[in-house]
């Protein structure tokens, strides 16, 4: 079975919005099986019934393709957002960058830094050192300060 964690594991974020893009024209150019049958063909004038446009399998898999993509884009979107403050981004800069408030933004960061430490502490060796979720607090700053990047 087609997974968002098998997905993660089998592609990267190119291949998985490839095959995620041609599950997804696919679909869009078939008929749903559940579609009503309204009489003959226009071209053939032959009584087919509609096909279905993707197999469960597929659509299975375009499901899950769509949320392994959303994982890895959330994860890259922090480490945008990092670099985004090192370049001297404002908290208003970057949540008018993501269509959200600065304060949002702000907690969502603050949130993956979290994880992020939560992650070191159960793997050992994966995450952020103490060090590290140190240096990514003081980046990050506060959403009250004005332009502090």
């Known amino acids: 079975m087609f997974t968002p964690d098998s997905a993660e594991r089998e592609h990267t ?3 998985a919005v490839g095959r995620y893009d041609e599950l997804r024209v ?8 559940d579609e009503d049958f309204d009489g003959p063909d226009a ?3 032959r009584f087919t019934p509609p096909q279905a ?6 659509a299975l898999e375009l499901l899950a393709l769509g949320e392994a993509i959303a994982r890895k884009a959330a994860y890259g979107r922090q480490l945008t957002v990092r670099t985004a403050r090192t ?11 993501l269509g959200t408030s600065k304060q949002s933004a702000w907690e969502a960061h603050t949130r993956w830094i979290d994880g992020q430490a939560a992650f070191r502490g159960r793997t050992g060796t994966e995450g952020m050192d103490d060090e590290q979720v140190r ?3 003081a ?11």
């Open 13 to 15: 974020l190119r291949t």
């Open 26 to 33: 696919r679909e869009s150019l078939g008929s749903p099986a």
């Open 43 to 45: 071209m053939t004038g």
């Open 53 to 58: 446009a993707l197999s469960k399998e597929e």
């Open 87 to 97: 370049a001297g981004a404002s908290w208003s800069q970057i949540g008018a960058a």
């Open 135 to 137: 240096a990514a607090r």
């Open 139 to 149: 980046l990050a700053g506060d959403p009250g300060d004005p332009e502090t990047p």
